[in-house]
């Protein structure tokens, strides 16, 4: 009996661990990070995560305040793909568990 437990309670714990990085992960603003010099010396960076992305930049000492916008409210709409299977990942992962 010992040997059928063992890896039922290995599977479990890995299953607990799945779980949460896919909570970490779904919850995580910053999934990607970008930065480029633009012809007029700016420097900008752009950070995208699931929900929304975000961009300041730099031109000399000034730097502009960073700016977010949900994704909900852009015009990516393959980003509204990513957020469904993200739900749709952690719903199963976590009902999976249950």
């Not at 007029?40 to 699931?50: A, C, M, N, Q, S």
């Not at 990516?76 to 990513?82: I, K, L, M, Q, S």
Request: hydrophobic share 45%; with cysteine.
């Amino acid at each position: 009996m010992a040997s059928i437990a063992t890896p039922l309670i290995v599977a479990f714990v890995l299953l607990g661990i799945g779980l949460l990085l896919h909570i970490i992960g779904f919850a995580v603003p910053q999934w990607h990070d970008q930065e480029w010099m633009t012809s007029e010396r700016y420097l900008v960076r752009v950070t995208y995560g699931l929900w929304r992305y975000c961009y300041n930049s730099w031109h000399r000492r000034s730097m502009d305040p960073e700016v977010c916008t949900s994704i909900v409210d852009s015009q990516y709409d393959r980003d509204g793909e990513a957020q469904t299977v993200s739900t749709v990942a952690v719903t199963f992962s976590g009902a999976s568990k249950a």
